[in-house]
């Protein structure tokens, strides 16, 4: 590859003459257009006791849903005093419930990941809530 201008010998792909200064009429050498990702979402769904994740796509069209985790049932709260309810129930009730909803996540993200899908944000806690693939 020869530079049209001052003849100077350029090695192949240069994008500009390394004597004269005259661009070539090549892109940069390795720089390619940024890749294009498309984006989902994870949230969880309820409907009465029953929830379960979803992995969501704004598209052109709407919303898509790209993928959904089982779902589970909220555990049940039986007749308690208060004191019961708020000191036995709720904690360990809770602890069960957010344990079926991370493993429920991690399988959702599971699955998505072998489809070509990789964590691109967390929130604060570090959880994943945005998944990535490029188109």
């Not at 009730?93 to 072998?114: D, F, P, V």
Request: aromatic residues 8%.
């Amino acid at each position: 590859m020869h530079c049209s201008k001052c003849g100077t010998e350029l090695p192949d792909g240069a994008s500009f003459c390394w004597k004269c200064g005259l661009s070539t009429g090549l892109d940069v050498v390795g720089r390619t257009e940024p890749p294009h990702f498309e984006v989902c979402h994870l949230v969880v769904r309820s409907s009465g006791t029953i929830y379960w994740w979803e992995a969501i796509q704004e598209t052109e069209r709407g919303r898509v849903v790209v993928a959904k985790s089982a779902a589970w049932e909220e555990l049940g709260t039986g007749p308690h005093t208060l004191a019961e309810w708020l000191y036995r129930n709720v904690t360990e009730r809770y602890a069960k419930e957010i344990a079926l909803s991370n493993r429920q996540r991690r399988l959702l993200i599971s699955t998505l990941a072998a489809d070509g899908w990789e964590p691109a944000a967390a929130n604060d806690a570090g959880t994943i809530t945005t998944m990535k693939r490029k188109v």
